[in-house]
């Protein structure tokens, strides 16, 4: 079965950092390409960062200078490297794989379940 698995998220105050993973369980993230989305509570999930099967790279305004998406092609993941983080960045965080660039939208064919990030003092 095709899978994708999210970890690294937790608790963590603003102004720090978390590094998340996403690898790809049968499915060769080398690929496709990769996004990550963010969904806060009671909010529509939102496209944060997203990496092209070529590697090219996109981040939503929101984050931009403070998030890095690379890939790691040998453990087959997809890393957000996220620093400077704001209470606004909590929510539930999905990496998303498709084989077409669907940049940071919403239409991606594959979609893991999550890892919750919490952003509190």
């Known amino acids: 079965q095709l899978r994708l698995v999210e970890s690294g998220g937790g608790l963590v105050q603003p102004g720090g950092s978390l590094r998340l993973s996403c690898v790809g369980e049968?499915?060769?993230?080398?690929?496709?390409?990769i996004g990550w989305f963010r969904q806060a509570p009671g909010e529509e999930r939102e496209g944060v960062a997203f990496?092209?099967?070529?590697?090219?790279?996109s981040y939503a305004d929101s984050v931009k200078g403070r998030f890095t998406i690379s890939r790691d092609r040998d453990k087959n993941t997809v890393y957000p490297q996220m620093n400077s983080l704001k209470p606004g960045g909590t929510g539930r965080y999905y990496c998303?794989?498709?084989?077409?660039?669907?940049?940071?939208?919403?239409?991606?064919?594959?979609w893991g379940q999550g890892t919750q990030v919490t952003v509190s003092s």
């Open positions: 049968v499915l060769i993230l080398d690929d496709y390409n």
């Open positions: 990496i092209s099967s070529d590697d090219s790279e």
């Open positions: 998303a794989a498709d084989n077409l660039d669907h940049g940071l939208g919403p239409s991606y064919g594959y």
